[in-house]
């Protein structure tokens, strides 16, 4: 129920609520490893009561609409996620974020449900900027930043200690005109 169609592959976006824990903890375990090289999500789901607590929090931020998750299922099975870290109405600002099993990437899933959420940020809700936040060793995930049009601003230098090392944080974006523009000029640009 409420799946958006995000191809002709079987692949889909729904709402990834806190039923769905027991899910999420077999997908996060398919993933821990690749997931976590960059992102600390592994650590905050490393069992069923942290997959349901971190579900928790997300429902409680779309009941304060200050922010949300969505999965991406590929064949009736969960590969990876979407959400919205930070979402401010007042402000007409919000991040957005993402991940996948690896048996998931490479096939434009993330980039595909990017789109749908970016429309639905920018046209349905007025937004006015998505930030994406990646470590700058974070290729793929640059890929993807590149793909959505954002452009490169900035860089916290050596800000994120993950897993016993300090990272540095490029701050990428996208503002509605440039994504108007960006759709208006290839509405269903494949890569
Ligand atoms: C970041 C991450 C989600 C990127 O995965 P990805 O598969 O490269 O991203 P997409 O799903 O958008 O797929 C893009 C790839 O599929 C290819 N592709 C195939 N069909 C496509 C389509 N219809 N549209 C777009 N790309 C398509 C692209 O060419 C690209 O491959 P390439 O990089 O070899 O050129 C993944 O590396 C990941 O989960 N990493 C761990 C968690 C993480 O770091 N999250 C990000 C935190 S900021």
């Known amino acids: 129920m409420y799946a958006t169609s995000l191809g002709d592959d079987g692949a889909e976006l729904r709402p990834l609520e806190v039923w769905h824990a027991g899910e999420l903890l077999?997908?996060?375990?398919?993933?821990?490893?690749?997931?976590?090289?960059?992102?600390?999500?592994?650590?905050?789901?490393?069992?069923?009561?942290?997959a349901r607590a971190w579900l928790r929090s997300y429902a409680d931020k779309r009941g304060a609409d200050a922010g949300s998750v969505h999965g991406i299922w590929l064949d009736g099975r969960l590969v990876g996620?979407?959400?919205?870290?930070?979402?401010?109405?007042?402000?007409?600002?919000?991040?957005?974020?993402?991940?996948?099993?690896?048996?998931?990437?490479?096939?434009?899933l993330v980039t595909r449900g990017m789109r749908v959420l970016l429309d639905w940020a920018f046209e349905e809700r007025g937004m006015?900027?998505?930030?994406?936040?990646?470590?700058?060793?974070?290729?793929?995930?640059?890929g993807v930043a590149r793909r959505l049009g954002m452009s490169r601003e900035g860089v916290l230098r050596e800000?994120?200690?993950?897993?016993?090392?300090?990272?540095?944080?490029?701050?990428?974006?996208?503002?509605?005109?440039?994504?108007?523009?960006?759709?208006?000029?290839?509405?269903?640009?494949?890569?």
């Open 26 to 50: 077999a997908h996060i375990d398919r993933g821990r490893e690749f997931i976590g090289r960059h992102v600390g999500l592994p650590d905050v789901v490393p069992d069923l009561d942290g």
């Open 81 to 108: 996620g979407l959400l919205f870290r930070v979402w401010d109405t007042p402000s007409g600002v919000c991040e957005a974020g993402c991940w996948l099993e690896p048996a998931a990437a490479g096939r434009g």
């Open 128 to 142: 006015h900027r998505v930030e994406w936040h990646v470590s700058s060793a974070n290729e793929p995930s640059i």
């Open 159 to 191: 800000n994120y200690p993950h897993r016993g090392v300090r990272t540095s944080t490029e701050i990428w974006a996208v503002l509605a005109p440039e994504w108007r523009t960006a759709r208006a000029r290839a509405p269903h640009s494949g890569r």
